[in-house]
């Protein structure tokens, strides 16, 4: 079965603007499907098999006299050094636009090859797992801890345990060694355990050094290898200037709650509902949503969060340049007017305040109190 993807179209217009195409995202979380499907005639070579990388660096022109025209390139960051050899047959057919589509699970060493060998040549797009909207119906409510991954939402999220173990182990032994040398992997996967039960605070690497026993610098370095290869992201605080009464550290979040799930030991939906993580996810999930809308029709809107230091707290910004979107996010079904106290106060005229929760959604006088999915889906 084939979910039809949010990113279809954007795909459609880089591929009329652009002689190459860049797809950057998580392993499994649909690339190689979305291009099979919607570029049928293409060519396609992965990296993830050895063979190719083998055939490829023991004669690059050779390799791609045979591949040189509407070809998807797979993992393209096992192979470093075919973005200079693609610069080259670009640059002698520059009119030639959706000539390859290349595809990478690690941003960090997809862009820092993009920036020096296809600056100005290359349309970039990101694919992360199901968004709400693309979720089958019957699936929505459970993906709130059990994720998006396609793979998974298609069969139910069977053996997920099983799926996420794999994908961890792939992850830890492959993606994570082609990036950098991060030393001791247990302590590694410690940090994604420790990242995974503090979802939605903010982000103290003294503390996670404390309680590895590393130092602050390895922290710093091994967050920024999450963040590369699409486990976690780091939501800002506003850039507004409030003075120095606000938080300046940036808030921890992970692309897939069902990976959060999973570090956990959520195995099902009370363990979610009744347990100590159920607002944190709760807030994790609509936070990766909103984020994954974003990314997936190309926007230019802006994710942050506000806390000042006594503690006042907006959950969600979302900057649209001409307005913001003020969001407070509840697990609760019922709304109370204090839910929305801190959003007057920070908000101007043009923008929106919203509180999204599990309840009906109302008007209550300036604010939009919205049941949560109405709000994905508009």
């Not at 509407?70 to 002698?92: A, M, R, T």
């Not at 520059?94 to 690690?106: D, E, K, L, P, Q």
């Not at 099983?162 to 991060?182: G, P, R």
Request: with cysteine; hydrophobic share 35%; net charge neutral.
């Amino acid at each position: 079965m084939f979910i039809d993807r949010i990113t279809a179209p954007l795909l459609n217009r880089f591929l009329r603007a652009f002689p190459v195409i860049g797809i950057t995202g998580p392993r499994q979380s649909g690339k190689t499907t979305l291009l099979k499907h919607a570029l049928p005639n293409y060519n396609h070579i992965t990296f993830d098999d050895d063979f190719n990388i083998t055939a490829f660096e023991e004669d690059p022109k050779g390799f791609l006299k045979q591949h040189h025209d509407h070809v998807i390139f797979d993992e393209v960051q096992f192979v470093p050094k075919l973005f200079n050899q693609l610069k080259i047959l670009v640059d002698n057919d520059r009119s030639n636009y959706g000539r390859f589509v290349i595809t990478g699970s690690s941003q960090f060493s997809f862009l820092k090859n993009v920036s020096e060998s296809l600056a100005g040549r290359i349309g970039l797009m990101t694919q992360l797992p199901l968004q709400f909207s693309e979720t089958p119906k019957t699936e929505q409510h459970n993906s709130i801890y059990c994720g998006g991954y396609p793979e998974l939402v298609l069969r139910e999220y069977r053996d997920s345990d099983l799926w996420y173990a794999s994908y961890l182990d792939t992850y830890l032994t492959k993606d994570v060694q082609a990036l950098t040398q991060i030393g001791d992997r247990r302590d590694f996967r410690r940090l994604i355990q420790l990242l995974a039960a503090n979802v939605s605070q903010i982000l103290d690497m003294s503390h996670y050094a404390r309680e590895i026993g590393v130092s602050v610098p390895t922290i710093k370095r091994w967050i920024s290898v999450l963040e590369a290869s699409y486990i976690i992201f780091l939501l800002p605080p506003y850039h507004k200037n409030y003075g120095s009464r606000i938080t300046k550290s940036p808030k921890i979040y992970f692309y897939d709650t069902g990976l959060i799930s999973y570090l956990t030991s959520i195995i099902n939906f009370d363990l979610y509902d009744k347990g100590p993580l159920a607002g944190p996810l709760f807030e994790n999930y609509i936070v990766s949503e909103v984020m994954k809308k974003t990314k997936h029709t190309g926007s230019s809107d802006e994710l942050f969060y506000l806390r000042t230091q006594d503690k006042a707290e907006i959950d969600l910004i979302v900057d649209k340049k001409t307005r913001c979107d003020f969001i407070e996010i509840k697990k609760s079904n019922t709304y109370t007017p204090k839910m929305s106290a801190t959003l007057k106060h920070f908000s101007e005229k043009q923008d929106r305040m919203i509180v999204l929760y599990n309840g009906e959604t109302m008007q209550h006088g300036d604010i939009r109190v919205l049941h949560y999915s109405d709000y994905l889906l508009g």
